[in-house]
């Protein structure tokens, strides 16, 4: 079974830092990584698909990167600003299971000015 | 173009009544998928469509629970008998197609409530 954890579970910073989140798998023979945010009240919303041929995605002041040997991938958010605020989740694709995700618990981010 | 919808967005029932949830996918999205996310746990898959069949269904927690999918497009999940502990949200999600090169978009979810 797929375990997906997710480090920290929760963080707070002021406006303008740069930060890194991290989530970690214990199944190496997964093939993509998808990162999510999380709006209180709110459904997901996609922000970051890795591929497994993949190491790296880039999306404005997001990157993410995966590293399937040591099963980590992180989510570095550049320049933060307070409507970053919200919980961000990883979620694993295994490829024997037919595209059902593996979720972590998320980290719960709070910027503020 | 519009996104994956859910209905109702709010649902609060008794214990013992049945209740059916309904996910409208993006257009075009042959896959469709049914995760729940309870208060303090993360989220947890529940079934997997593809067009009208379920090759997955080994998340569903009983046998009160079912899904059904119709004409590849409209999904219902149906808790008969529905218990406190089934109150969670409910996500659906839908992808163009299976498989783990396709991001899957999510819905609002709906937020069901047993009393």
């Known amino acids: 079974k797929q375990e997906v954890t997710q480090i920290p579970a929760a963080l707070s910073v002021p406006e303008g830092e740069n930060l890194v989140l991290n989530c970690s798998f214990t199944?190496?023979?997964?093939?993509?990584l998808q990162w999510f945010r999380q709006d209180p009240g709110k459904g997901l919303t996609s922000l970051l698909l890795i591929q497994s041929s993949q190491r790296e995605q880039t999306s404005g002041r997001l990157n993410a990167s995966l590293d399937k040997s040591s099963g980590r991938s992180t989510l570095y958010i550049a320049a933060s600003q307070p409507g970053d605020s919200a919980t961000y989740l990883c979620a694993a694709y295994r490829g024997s299971t037919l595209g059902r995700l593996y979720f972590g618990r998320g980290t719960q981010l709070t910027v503020w000015p | 173009g519009a996104g994956v919808s859910q209905s109702p967005s709010n649902k609060v029932t008794e214990k013992g009544k049945d209740v059916e949830l309904r996910c409208d996918p993006i257009?075009?999205?042959?896959?469709l998928y049914w995760y729940r996310q309870s208060l303090g746990q993360g989220l947890e898959f529940l079934i997997y469509?593809?067009?009208?069949?379920?090759?997955?269904k080994s998340g569903l927690p009983s046998d009160r629970f079912s899904a059904e999918r119709t004409g590849g497009s409209v999904s219902t999940l149906t808790i008969q008998r529905t218990q406190q502990e089934d109150s969670a949200v409910y996500l659906c999600a839908s992808s163009f197609a299976s498989g783990s090169s396709y991001e899957q978009f999510f819905g609002p979810g709906t937020r069901l409530t047993v009393l």
């Open positions: 199944d190496s023979a997964i093939y993509n």
């Open positions: 257009s075009g999205h042959t896959a």
């Open positions: 469509f593809q067009g009208n069949s379920a090759p997955d």
